[in-house]
């Protein structure tokens, strides 16, 4: 293989790196944003919820944890939402992590340091 066909190969090869960083990066960038347009929602749901329980108050009100609960269980669902992009994020950016206590890991560890839990 002449020294040409090497520095084409190589450059080929450096190309192809690169288009699927960009891609990855390009693919991570738009997983965070989603994340935060949801973090932004739940912000908004703690905005409404003071402002009802505000409101409640000031007119000498109880407040029930049923007249609450349709926000709780919009919250708690954004949450998982922003877990599960979290998640592809790792996977797209190859770290490992442990499900269980959603710290990264380094690539070598086959035990969870904090919960012991094994990580296939």
Not at 79 to 107: F, P, Q, S, V, W
């Amino acid at each position: 293989m002449s020294l040409l066909e090497k520095l084409s190969n190589t450059l080929s090869e450096t190309a192809k790196s690169l288009g699927k960083k960009s891609s990855e990066f390009v693919e991570i960038s738009k997983l965070s944003l989603d994340a935060q347009r949801k973090q932004d929602k739940i912000q908004d749901k703690y905005e409404q919820i003071g402002k009802y329980v505000y409101s409640k108050l000031k007119r000498g009100s109880y407040i029930t944890k049923e007249e609450l609960e349709p926000w709780i269980n919009e919250i708690d669902a954004l949450e998982g939402d922003i877990e599960i992009l979290e998640k592809m994020a790792l996977n797209i950016r190859n770290i490992k992590h442990c499900t269980y206590c959603n710290i990264e890991l380094d690539d070598d560890v086959n035990y969870c340091p904090l919960c012991g839990k094994y990580l296939n």
